[in-house]
């Protein structure tokens, strides 16, 4: 059963990768040629990576 649990857990954890925005440019170029309906889900994905470093918020620091 050890075997198994520890199959399961690899298969969840998520793996970081990194791409430049050249390769991001082409994957949804060739995906915009694909069907609506078999690429809209990846492409949202996509859409809403960000650059490495970015935190996503906003920070106002040095502003005090």
Known sequence: MEKKEEQKQQQTT???YTISSE???DIMRY???RP???VV???NTLST???QGFDGGEKDE???
């Open 62 to 64: 040095g502003k005090k």
């Open 49 to 51: 990576l960000n650059p």
């Open 14 to 16: 998520p793996r970081t």
């Open 23 to 25: 390769q991001l440019m």
């Open 31 to 33: 995906l915009m040629t």
């Open 41 to 43: 889900k990846l492409m």
């Open 36 to 38: 609506y309906g078999e």
